[in-house]
Nanobody
């Protein structure tokens, strides 16, 4: 069964950190560009970050740049999103997505088209 599963979401205080994981089953994640997106209550989906198959291309939304870091461990079929200096406005459901098309992760990231999506993990930043 082809599946993407996010984990690591939690309730954290402002200034805290979390590491989200996106683990694939049923397909080799190392052949896919991966994107992270989020959706806050009452708002549309927002791109957060992406990483290309080759790992040499990453992209961050300006609102998270310098605070979030994306990485991948192909041996574990997992992509991570390290989130530091969290703010209340980072509160959202975070989704990962995978697609094999395009020359870099930004192709799918900018279009929002992905072959596979996870179900999401809740991140809440509150005091």
């Amino acid at each position: 069964q082809v599946q993407l599963v996010e984990s690591g979401g939690d309730l954290v205080h402002p200034g805290g950190s979390l590491r989200l994981s996106c683990t694939a089953s049923g397909f080799p994640l190392d052949s896919y560009h991966i994107g992270w997106f989020r959706q806050a209550p009452g708002k549309g989906r927002e791109g957060v970050s992406c990483i290309s198959v080759s790992k040499d291309t990453t992209y961050y939304a300006h609102v998270v740049k310098g605070r979030f870091s994306i990485s991948r461990d192909n041996a574990k079929n997992t992509v991570y999103l390290q989130m530091n200096s969290l703010k209340p406005e980072d509160t959202a459901i975070y989704y990962c997505a995978a697609d094999s098309g395009g020359s870099s992760c930004y192709d799918s990231y900018s279009s929002g088209f992905y072959k596979h999506w996870g179900q999401g993990t809740q991140v809440t930043v509150s005091s």
